[in-house]
């Protein structure tokens, strides 16, 4: 009888235990570092340059589910960076991909493009006004009455702003003209004495390898959490990082080529993982090993070469949407009188003019109709949504393509272009392949106590947002709806 009272009391203290492991402090620091084009084929198939430190440490640690996803299509870097910063959807965020045709200067516009807001150290003036829900970073703001430190930071200016959201302290990328790293007055009015020092130390106008232009980004965000205090009070604070997994490459025409893309390839993750290791092991230094949450994932596609199907007798061909558009509006000329019905493309995009067709007295649902059913018999089409027909979409088919849409910058007619073909505007130069195919990525996280584990289910990015909101204590953001991953 003893022994089982003994028993049942150590049983008991063992489950106290593990409760007080499950129930780790609440980080001060959380690090989002999201890897654009990250693969998780080329992370397995390039391993064996790895160091130990990198991305075999933090797979081999951390809390790793394998095969993440995004619950839209199609995906790039901004509609990424935007679902993972709302935990929702471009259908909610607004943030529909990097740009769009402006409605009403008829020009191709970046997500970010904002004519009140000039730059600091660029000639760009931009904002995170097109994001239309709060992000994790606001929430954080919210919750600490403006004291929590948010910056993002990256490469490209979207990655940055978006990444750091509305409320933010700032928002640092490097200007394409100068070099410099620059910000928006949206965020402040001048720019910090420590950002004006970096600059003076690393813009030397001197070519950069990939290596060379990784590091000074990463040194940028280490300087960034120490000018700021970030991580050393009790009140948490997020800093989001992009970094790019991308090979920008030609297609390759002969072995020689293709050789050189692998080579590429396998330097660009060998670059990656030392930096993880110098940044994960930098910041754990400064902040405290406890104190530090990582969260590293990917954007869920990639800009691969385009593959000559031509040779191999392979269905392919170039959709010109440009042309199409043009196509169609003679078609709608030639039924109502000759006007100006389409007003632009973009991306997959085609918009119709509503003022005009209003003006006209057409009823603008069979306009719709008519140029959904005249663009169906266009080669290279496999099919054609309607901005009404999305909004009420509720079939598995069109529900990726739904989450992708939003009313206010999207267009009216989406196009589904054949895979293996390729979207051409003749007009921007924009060029898009086309490919049903995913890019296996996953999500890890990292220290604070996180126990090693490896989660096979497939998971939304959509959940990160309110995990982190968990560990932090604080309200996911206003449009999310997802449970957190733990």
Same mark, same amino acid.
Request: glycine content about 6%; overall charge neutral.
């Given at each position: 009888?003893?022994?089982?009272?003994?028993?049942?009391? +150590?049983?008991?203290? =063992?489950?106290?235990?593990?409760?007080?492991?499950?129930?780790?402090?609440?980080?001060?620091?959380?690090?989002?570092?999201?890897?654009?084009?990250?693969?998780?084929?080329?992370?397995?198939?390039?391993?064996?340059?790895?160091?130990?430190?990198?991305?075999?440490?933090?797979?081999?640690?951390?809390?790793? /589910?394998?095969?993440?996803?995004?619950?839209?299509?199609?995906?790039?870097?901004?509609?990424?960076?935007?679902?993972?910063?709302?935990?929702?959807?471009?259908?909610?965020?607004?943030?529909?991909?990097?740009?769009?045709?402006?409605?009403?200067?008829?020009?191709?516009?970046?997500?970010?493009?904002?004519?009140?807001?000039?730059?600091?150290?660029?000639?760009?003036?931009?904002?995170?006004?097109?994001?239309?829900?709060?992000? =994790?970073?606001?929430? $954080?703001?919210?919750?600490?009455?403006?004291?929590?430190?948010?910056?993002?930071?990256?490469?490209?200016?979207?990655?940055?702003?978006?990444?750091?959201? @509305?409320?933010?302290?700032?928002?640092?990328?490097?200007?394409?003209?100068?070099?410099?790293?620059?910000?928006?007055?949206?965020?402040?009015?001048?720019?910090?004495?420590?950002?004006? =020092?970096?600059?003076?130390?690393?813009?030397?106008?001197?070519?950069?390898?990939?290596?060379?232009?990784?590091?000074?980004?990463?040194?940028?965000?280490?300087?960034?959490?120490?000018?700021?205090?970030?991580? @050393?009070?009790? $009140?948490?604070?997020?800093?989001?990082?992009?970094?790019?997994?991308?090979?920008?490459?030609? %297609?390759?025409?002969?072995?020689?080529?293709?050789?050189?893309?692998?080579?590429?390839?396998?330097?660009?993750?060998?670059?990656?993982?030392?930096?993880?290791?110098?940044?994960?092991?930098?910041?754990?230094?400064?902040?405290?090993?406890?104190?530090?949450?990582?969260?590293?994932?990917?954007?869920?596609?990639?800009?691969?070469?385009?593959?000559?199907?031509?040779?191999?007798?392979?269905?392919?061909?170039?959709?010109?949407?440009?042309?199409?558009?043009? $196509?169609?509006?003679?078609?709608?000329?030639?039924?109502?009188?000759?006007?100006?019905?389409? !007003?632009?493309?973009? !991306?997959?995009?085609? /918009? +119709?003019?509503?003022?005009?067709?209003?003006?006209?007295?057409?009823?603008?649902?069979?306009?719709?109709?008519?140029?959904?059913?005249? +663009?169906?018999?266009?080669?290279?089409?496999?099919?054609?949504? %309607?901005?009404?027909?999305?909004?009420?979409?509720?079939?598995?088919?069109?529900?990726?393509?739904?989450?992708?849409?939003?009313?206010?910058?999207?267009?009216?007619?989406?196009?589904?272009?054949?895979?293996?073909?390729?979207?051409?505007?003749?007009?921007?130069?924009?060029?898009?392949?086309?490919?049903?195919? %995913?890019?296996?990525?996953?999500?890890?996280?990292?220290?604070?106590?996180?126990?090693?584990? !490896?989660? %096979?289910?497939?998971?939304?990015?959509?959940?990160?947002?309110?995990?982190?909101?968990?560990?932090?204590?604080? !309200?996911?953001?206003?449009?999310?709806?997802?449970?957190?991953?733990?």
């Amino acid at each position: 009888m003893n022994n089982r009272r003994f028993t049942t009391a +150590l049983m008991a203290i =063992i489950a106290a235990a593990v409760q007080a492991q499950i129930a780790q402090q609440s980080p001060r620091l959380v690090v989002n570092i999201c890897i654009d084009q990250l693969s998780s084929e080329y992370m397995e198939q390039f391993s064996q340059y790895f160091g130990t430190s990198g991305f075999k440490e933090l797979t081999a640690n951390g809390l790793v /589910y394998e095969n993440a996803q995004y619950s839209f299509s199609p995906v790039d870097r901004s509609s990424a960076i935007a679902s993972l910063m709302t935990g929702t959807t471009p259908y909610f965020n607004g943030i529909i991909g990097n740009g769009w045709l402006n409605k009403q200067t008829l020009r191709p516009a970046s997500c970010v493009d904002d004519t009140g807001y000039p730059g600091i150290f660029t000639t760009e003036y931009c904002s995170p006004r097109h994001i239309l829900t709060s992000t =994790i970073t606001d929430e $954080l703001k919210v919750a600490t009455q403006g004291k929590g430190i948010v910056y993002g930071i990256a490469k490209q200016q979207d990655a940055a702003i978006l990444s750091a959201g @509305h409320a933010a302290d700032g928002a640092l990328w490097k200007d394409n003209y100068t070099g410099s790293w620059c910000t928006s007055t949206y965020y402040m009015k001048s720019a910090p004495s420590w950002l004006s =020092i970096f600059n003076q130390h690393y813009v030397t106008g001197k070519k950069k390898t990939e290596f060379e232009m990784l590091t000074e980004l990463t040194n940028l965000a280490v300087m960034c959490i120490e000018q700021t205090g970030m991580g @050393h009070d009790n $009140l948490a604070d997020i800093l989001n990082i992009t970094l790019d997994a991308g090979v920008k490459m030609e %297609t390759p025409k002969d072995k020689k080529q293709k050789t050189d893309w692998t080579t590429t390839a396998t330097q660009t993750y060998i670059n990656l993982d030392r930096q993880l290791a110098d940044l994960v092991a930098t910041i754990q230094s400064k902040v405290g090993k406890d104190n530090v949450l990582f969260f590293i994932t990917g954007t869920g596609y990639s800009e691969l070469p385009v593959e000559e199907y031509s040779q191999y007798r392979i269905p392919t061909g170039t959709f010109y949407i440009n042309r199409t558009a043009n $196509l169609l509006n003679m078609y709608l000329g030639a039924l109502y009188g000759s006007d100006n019905y389409v !007003r632009g493309c973009c !991306r997959n995009y085609i /918009y +119709l003019n509503v003022e005009l067709i209003e003006k006209k007295r057409l009823k603008f649902s069979d306009i719709l109709q008519i140029s959904q059913s005249f +663009l169906l018999q266009c080669e290279g089409i496999v099919n054609v949504h %309607t901005s009404e027909s999305l909004l009420t979409a509720s079939n598995p088919r069109t529900e990726p393509l739904r989450n992708a849409f939003n009313s206010t910058v999207g267009g009216h007619l989406l196009i589904e272009v054949a895979p293996g073909w390729r979207l051409l505007n003749e007009n921007t130069n924009e060029v898009m392949p086309v490919h049903a195919r %995913t890019t296996p990525f996953p999500v890890i996280v990292y220290g604070c106590g996180i126990r090693p584990q !490896r989660v %096979t289910t497939p998971v939304d990015v959509d959940r990160i947002a309110p995990t982190i909101s968990k560990a932090i204590k604080i !309200r996911a953001p206003n449009a999310c709806s997802e449970a957190p991953l733990f």
